[in-house]
C-alpha cells in the first residue's frame, strides 16, 4: 500500500510522462490492488464503470497496463514499470535530440 507522499510522487510523474488524470488515477488504482477488475477500479476511484473501461484501454494502448482473463472476469494488472519507463525516458532523450539538431541547423541561418 502506497502512503500518500508516494502516490502523490507517482502521480506527478505520470503527468509529466504524459497521462491524464483519469489515467493516473485508474493506474493508481491499479496498483494499489493488482489483480483488478473493472468493478473494484470504479468504486476504488469513483468513476463510471464506463470511463474506467476507456481509461483501461488506453492504458493498455500505451503499454501500461496488462488483461487477462480468470474464468469470465477481466483481471488488469500493471504491466512491468521498469521497462515502460525506461522506454518512455528513451523516447523522450529522442525527441530532444532532434529537437537540439533542428536548433543547430537553423540557428545559423538565423544568425545571418
Do not use: C, W
Not at 494499489?32 to 477488475?37: G, L, N
Not at 481509461?55 to 500505451?62: A, C, F, M, N, R
Amino acid at each position: 500500500m502506497l502512503d500518500k507522499t508516494q502516490e502523490e510522487k507517482i502521480r506527478k510523474g505520470l503527468l509529466q510522462f504524459g497521462l491524464s488524470y483519469r489515467e493516473t488515477k485508474t493506474y493508481l488504482s491499479i496498483l494499489q490492488k493488482p489483480e483488478s477488475t473493472i468493478l473494484t477500479i470504479s468504486r476504488d476511484t469513483g468513476m463510471s464503470r464506463g470511463t474506467v473501461y476507456d481509461e483501461v484501454e488506453k492504458l493498455k494502448t500505451k503499454g501500461y497496463l496488462v488483461e487477462t482473463k480468470k474464468g469470465a472476469r477481466r483481471i488488469i494488472t500493471v504491466e512491468n514499470p521498469t521497462n515502460k519507463l525506461y522506454s518512455l525516458l528513451d523516447e523522450k532523450h529522442q525527441s530532444l535530440e532532434k529537437t537540439k539538431n533542428t536548433v543547430e541547423d537553423i540557428l545559423p541561418i538565423i544568425k545571418t
